[in-house]
């Protein structure tokens, strides 16, 4: 039998995938302009031209070996010093070509990162609502997992639990901000008060405490921007994917900024390096970091998912919904009209409206809708949404 | 502090780039075509010309969104039922899509592979001669490694002291064929005298032990073919990558077949797909998939390899090293001229001949010889090995 926990990793049923599945049945049986399916993260906008562009002249001008060749560890040169700049001119914050490491996209990022800093024993804190594949990423880097609500509401962190939750064990918090699923952006002000308190924790347990700051969605913000979590708070691994930025999720690129204000920098970059290399990271995928060294500073023209927000958003709100305004991502996080989220999601499908209950991602009760659709995919949406809020009404549940 | 073992598996300084670092040095100083560096094993043939070809032809015809969105954590159905069809037609083997996980690279087929089937406290078998960075995945995924000498000489597996080896903790055996860093291709003659031992093994300690192979040279070989081990042995899974057939290592991809006659085939597959999502494995790079799809019959011309290997073999020889016939890969194993590797290693720079002690691939007093070059390198290097023989032999230490 092969190991029983990978095993189960492997099983275990992605509820969203399982919703997926089902509205692709739906969208052969009654067509897919009739199925509404908020459920999948996928980017639906284009990527921004100087991304085709940038491939097709270095397939045009490079040489293979030079293209496709293994690049360092680490990654090539001219990457890691076109990301270490990028850094550099829009946060105005220290960063070196050597505090960069190439990586194949945001869970990678993220797997990296945890191996590097956790011992075996150690906790690690998400705040709730939270991605689900924290846990088993954390996991299967030898810690366990401490859970922290968010305030209701506003899903803002709530750093007086999180006081609470630090211990003697605590090595690391994630943070992610724009967050999936809530589509909340963390306030500078709570940002403030957690690097805080996570300064008196250190000294208190005379330990390092990281926060690994997960920022697939930075890019993707409608109003206040997400704070720059390592001005703030020294002890920062931030781990970016352009999967969402580029619209370019299947490519796998993204890196890890070990702020050189870390404590032992250089040797969490060496734990960077020797936790990629054990997870068999040999490098990140060649053309694309030569793809990424033309294209930091671009990103995708996030108006549609602007759009997609303003009225799914407003939509909910005038139906009578209870939704906190999304700041970014692209996610809107519903209370559901009934206690259980899954039970409220299947009546959904009543309408051909496809969403994910929250509970895997810590938030019972509420739903998440991924509006990177289509317009007409909102809209119809939206009829479901009023049609089920209805039948609740009429049946006096709310 | 990081983890301890992730900080020192990434500061540890690869012997490989050293020597390469050095070579940087020397061919700024004396310029690249004084330099003979066989340190190297990276494809110096071009990718074919369908690879080229596929990739712009998807970059025309697909959409963006298409092209460059995630695929399922297996791989793109497409390209699973190309991989699987190429095994069934080559090698006359049961295999279907169902079996086959898209992976980025060698390195992601078995670091997955090892940590789907380890335990803590498994053991694993490694055939020295190996390639090192066996060990640093197989304790990675929380195995220990038992080191077993092949046989002198030949380099084939040496199956009475694989016998001694095995015990109630063997979980895998890794076989390489062809062979990094020897070259040999291992005897379909030893491999069921291997499949023997181990299918009695299983039975007297009730318990499943696999052979992972792994297979990125599976193409490149001059004379004998390699064997096709999932036909010699049930438990087997196949690790591959197109690196070295499509000369395109920085592209990351490759795959895992599991046969559909490993026990439990069904649940080690949900391990393989469990260890690949803990592991930050979201899915292989997408547009790679696609070119797969194309190209997966195809390889790069090794008629180059095979022109260099000849000449730097029958070189060595006429100049009256010991050496064993490199069937396959793109290496030589050569007996140094003293006990010591480093120190003939060393000794070679004179002639600013680069070539890589063999210890750290359990290969002591032998040097590893990649001809991946430049027919004018082997050429240059060939001056330089006559030299260095005629200076051991000036010293009467052969």
């Known amino acids: 039998m092969p190991n029983e926990k990978m095993r189960a990793f492997g099983a275990e049923a992605s509820v969203i995938r ?7 049945g739906r969208r052969a049986a009654i067509g897919a302009e009739n199925v509404f399916d908020l459920s999948l993260g996928n980017p639906s906008i284009e990527p921004p031209e100087s991304f085709m562009r940038s491939i097709k002249a270095h397939l045009e ?26 850094i550099k ?12 490491y190439m990586t194949c996209g945001a869970a990678a990022s993220l797997t990296i990162t945890l191996n590097a800093l956790c011992d075996p024993g150690d906790e690690v804190i998400l705040l709730a609502p939270f991605f689900p594949e924290y846990r088993v990423f954390a996991e299967k880097a030898g810690a366990s997992v401490k859970v922290v609500n968010c305030r209701a509401g506003d899903f803002q962190p709530d750093i007086s639990e999180i006081g609470k939750a630090v211990n003697a064990r605590t090595r690391a918090i994630i943070v992610n901000s724009p967050n999936n699923p809530t589509g909340a952006v963390y306030a500078e002000e709570e940002l403030k008060k957690l690097a805080a308190l996570l300064n008196e924790k250190q000294k208190e347990y005379a330990r390092d405490i990281f926060i690994i700051s997960d920022e697939p969605y930075r890019e993707l913000c409608y109003g206040k921007k997400p704070s720059f979590i390592p001005a703030l708070y020294d002890n920062t691994v931030l781990c ?61 023209d996030i108006e549609e998912y602007r759009k997609n927000r303003d009225l799914l958003y407003k939509g909910l709100l005038d139906i009578g919904y209870e939704v906190s305004p999304p700041d970014g991502a692209f996610y809107i996080f519903l209370k559901c009209l009934e206690p259980s989220a899954p039970a409220f999601c299947e009546r959904a499908k009543k309408y051909e409206l496809l969403i994910v209950p929250g509970d895997s991602f810590g938030g019972e009760g509420y739903a998440r809708l991924a509006y990177c659709v289509k317009k007409e995919t909102i809209e119809g949406a939206l009829r479901g949404f009023k049609a089920l809020y209805d039948e609740y009404k009429a049946e006096k549940k709310i």
Chains 1, 2 share one sequence.
Not at 71 to 80: I, L, Q, V, W
Not at 89 to 100: H, V
């Open 240 to 300: 970016y994917s352009y999967s969402k930025s580029l619209s370019i999720p299947g490519e796998r690129i993204g890196y890890i900024f070990v702020s050189p204000k870390v404590n032992n920098a250089k040797d969490v970059f060496a734990a960077v390096c020797g936790a990629g290399r054990s997870l068999g990271y040999v490098c990140a995928p060649a053309l694309m970091q030569r793809v990424i060294a033309d294209c930091v500073s671009e990103t995708s």
């Open 89 to 100: 001119k829009r946060f105005s914050f220290d960063a070196a070509p050597s505090d960069i």
């Open 61 to 86: 001008k490079d040489g293979a070996q030079a293209l496709f060749g293994y690049t360092s560890g680490a990654g090539a040169p001219e990457t890691r010093r076109a990301v270490a700049e990028d």
């Open 18 to 24: 399982q919703i997926f599945e089902y509205g692709n």
